[in-house]
């Protein structure tokens, strides 16, 4: 538990920042989700709202358990975590054609969304009890990236099949950059790249009909401008057309006239965007860069190996999923299904990103350990 004097170190920049970015996506969210509110009934807010709460109970309560107790229970909860993964694939919910959630007493939850962090936890468990130094045996060095890939292989498989390719694409620069902290050399990474993309076009006929679609609208939008394209033209005229100020919250007409898809999920950054303009973008994207400079600089400060991995993982976790979801909004990356954190509307994303900081600021606060 917390004393007095560790309860004092705690990153109060990170919390801040972090209470400011969760504030913000609750308006964001108000707005991108008020006509589908009118139109389905369906309360978006008041059930982030009811997320909120337990997502900050449950960050509070990793910030004040020793960070090592969790790295102990990592095995396990990874384990179990990919029992509900399988689970999903055998019981789980079907929405839009895929199968992600699973419903328990009432409660719909996304196991892929917790796997990142329980992966996460059991890399670092594993490489942070192995030295990578130069002076290592190689073959073991090789042995230890081969089963640090197998760990985060596994949900990446299982995610892919609910079908799940935003999801499952995560696990990758997680797993790249947990390994480059621990001490392998970039061009061993360069190897890893090059590896994979010598197998992407065996994966290509492995994905679903949509899922090709999405990533050849991604070289040419106007390929299907009313289909697979849609949405990203829309979400490209919908941040243009803020400019500089914004058009002004719930003011946005892309929004507010439902012309853009998927603006409470997806999307919301170009929500953001159009009713934000580029000075209120350009303010929440500095909010995100200072998250991850406080992580990274716990993460720089901590002795403690696991620690430091386990930071890093998590940061790039959140990173990941920031620019790829704004590379979507502007056209610049595929659309791949990935929620912006702290705004997106989704429980067990919000659980996720919450968690997140709390276990950094667990980290933060120990940093000598």
């Known amino acids: ?4 004097r560790e309860l004092r170190r705690v990153d109060r920049p990170l919390l801040i920042v972090t209470l400011l970015l969760l504030g913000i996506g609750l308006l964001a969210l108000y707005s991108a989700s008020l006509q589908k509110t ?16 337990l997502g900050l109970l449950l960050a509070g309560l990793l910030l004040v358990v020793e960070y090592h107790r969790w790295l102990e229970w990592a095995y396990l909860l990874y384990g179990v975590n990919m029992l509900l993964l399988l689970m999903v694939l055998e019981m789980g919910v079907v929405r839009g054609g895929a199968q992600r959630w699973l419903t328990f007493a009432g409660l719909t939850v996304q196991p892929s969304e917790f796997a990142k962090v329980t992966t996460v936890l059991a890399l670092a468990r594993y490489l942070g009890s192995r030295s990578a130094t130069p002076w290592g045996r190689a073959d073991s060095q090789w042995k230890a990236i081969g089963v640090s890939a197998l760990l985060a292989l596994i949900p990446m498989v ?9 999801t499952a694409s995560v696990f990758l620069p997680i797993l790249l950059a ?4 621990w001490g392998i050399r970039p061009r061993v990474i360069g190897l890893m790249l090059a590896a994979g993309a010598l ?3 065996f994966a290509w006929g492995r994905l679903a009909d949509y899922q090709r679609s999405r990533l050849l609208v991604f070289l040419n939008p106007s390929l299907d401008p009313l289909g697979a394209g849609y949405t990203v033209v829309q979400s490209k005229i919908a941040i243009g057309s803020g400019r500089l100020w914004g058009k002004g919250w719930l003011a946005g007409t892309q929004n507010q006239l439902n012309f853009l898809p998927e603006r409470h999920t997806d999307f919301i950054f ?3 965007g159009e009713e934000w303009g580029f000075l209120g973008t350009t ?17 720089t400060q901590t002795r403690d190996p696991f620690g430091r991995l386990l930071v890093v993982g998590l940061v790039a976790m959140l990173a990941t999923h920031l620019v790829v979801n704004t590379g979507m909004t502007l056209g610049l990356m595929p659309v791949v299904g990935l929620p912006l954190p702290f705004f997106s509307y989704g429980g067990s994303w919000l659980l996720t990103s919450l968690t997140t900081v709390g276990i950094i600021l667990s980290i933060g606060i120990r940093n000598g350990v």
């Open 270 to 272: 170009s929500v953001v």
């Open 178 to 181: 947990m390994l480059l902290v």
């Open 158 to 166: 299982l995610i892919l099949k609910e079908p799940n390719l935003g």
């Open 38 to 53: 009118q139109a389905t009934g369906i309360q978006f807010l008041m059930r982030q709202l009811t997320w909120a709460p």
């Open 199 to 201: 197998l992407a076009p």
């Open 1 to 4: 538990m917390l004393t007095r």
């Open 283 to 299: 303010f929440c994207l500095a909010l995100f860069g200072l998250l991850f400079y406080r992580g990274i600089l716990i993460a």
